[in-house]
């Protein structure tokens, strides 16, 4: 078949990359720069016998995903800002219960209202520990549209996979740009299948290996007994405030995500093998980093880039392989340091730091990148 290239906008590829991966629900509350996601699902989803419900608030939006994602439903929903707030407890219960969904978060400016209408890149520590407790998290951060259909059909393998909520952090640049996508084939897209059991007899909802494994989830309706609760539980869910019962199932969570870390990391890179300078991005701000890293090394300097694709599970084995010969980092993002409080974390002594933060909800231009690496060199 010919190759067809279509001009494509980073929320239309998220919302093509979410039908691809099995999408059937979606439910959402319309907040810009997300909007388009809910207004194409609302338009395909009736298509192919999914369902669309818009709900009075992202409260209610991410309710009702977890309510189809346990009767084995395929669930996303969208938001920005304010609304990500808002879905925080309801987040942490998926955490704890292990309910697979994606939500689409395409940063703005905050806090509160903030510009709605301007990039940002302020949700990166909120997508980690927005909600309260330790609990497991993904996050996968697009840096082009193609991208947004690639990390959003990998966001639903790996929640279904792992039972991790999963989040596909993009930013009002990379939601609203377009970019000529050549798509893959339907008919080569194979979609991961969430694990069941095989029989109701003598299911447990909550038993897995202790040392991080992953419980076979039955979908509600179909005979299998099931007692789902926010609550800390023991395997057949029921809730238990015995502190062994707390503590085996917290460690089990984390260990979830930390054993299968190296399945879920992803990044480019360029230019990393001989840097004495590195830069390290995600998103719309590693458009332009890229842009002054290449600029660099056309001058003489070594430079080298480091992108995200990936941001939580946080990488710090490719961190700390680059902090081992590049003497600084340049972390540019549109935050005042969210990711370069975890490179420097990780990197330790071993490699300077150099935070560029920008807040005024502009894009980085690629000289303002340029001139730090220069500086740094």
Avoid at 170 to 181: A, F, L, N
Avoid at 323 to 343: C, F, H, T, W, Y
Wanted: hydrophobic share 40%.
């Amino acid at each position: 078949m010919p190759k067809v290239v279509k001009l494509m906008q980073g929320s239309e590829a998220c919302t093509a990359g979410a039908l691809a991966a099995g999408l059937r629900f979606y439910a959402g509350y319309p907040i810009t720069p997300s909007t388009e996601v809910a207004e194409l699902c609302a338009e395909e989803l009736p298509k192919i016998g999914g369902k669309f419900i818009q709900m009075e608030d992202e409260i209610g939006s991410i309710a009702a995903c977890i309510g189809a994602s346990l009767t084995g439903k395929k669930v996303m929903t969208a938001t920005s800002g304010p609304g990500f707030s808002l879905m925080q407890e309801c987040l942490g219960y998926a955490s704890l219960c292990e309910i697979p969904l994606v939500i689409v978060n395409a940063q703005r400016m905050g806090p509160s209202t903030g510009m709605p209408t301007s990039p940002a890149q302020g949700d990166v520590m909120q997508a980690r520990w927005g909600t309260h407790g330790d609990h497991p998290i993904i996050a996968l951060a697009p840096g082009n549209v193609r991208e947004c259909f690639d990390l959003t059909l990998r966001a639903f393998d790996l929640s279904e996979k792992y039972r991790i909520p999963a989040i596909v952090l993009t930013d009002e640049v990379i939601s609203h740009m377009r970019e000529g996508v050549e798509l893959p084939d339907p008919a080569e897209v194979r979609p991961l299948r969430r694990a069941a059991p095989s029989s109701p007899a003598g299911y447990k909802p909550y038993a897995a290996d202790p040392d991080g494994g992953v419980p076979l989830m039955a979908p509600f309706g179909e005979g299998y007994r099931w007692h789902c609760t926010g609550l800390f539980h023991d395997e057949s869910g029921a809730p238990s405030g015995k502190a062994d019962v707390a503590d085996k199932l917290l460690r089990r969570l984390q260990l979830k995500m930390d054993k299968n870390a190296p399945d879920m990391w992803d990044n480019v890179q360029e230019g990393t093998e001989d840097c004495d300078i590195a830069v390290v991005s995600f998103g719309s701000s590693a458009m332009s980093a890229l842009s002054a890293v290449r600029r660099a090394r056309r001058e003489g300097v070594k430079a080298g880039m480091l992108r995200l694709k990936t941001i939580w599970p946080f990488p710090e084995p490719a961190i700390r392989e680059l902090a081992s010969r590049a003497k600084a980092i340049v972390v540019p993002e549109m935050n005042l340091g969210q990711l370069a409080l975890e490179v420097e974390r990780v990197a330790g002594c071993r490699s300077r730091v150099i935070r560029v933060g920008k807040v005024n909800g502009e894009l980085f231009r690629p000289d303002e990148i340029y001139d730090v690496i220069m500086g740094a060199k």
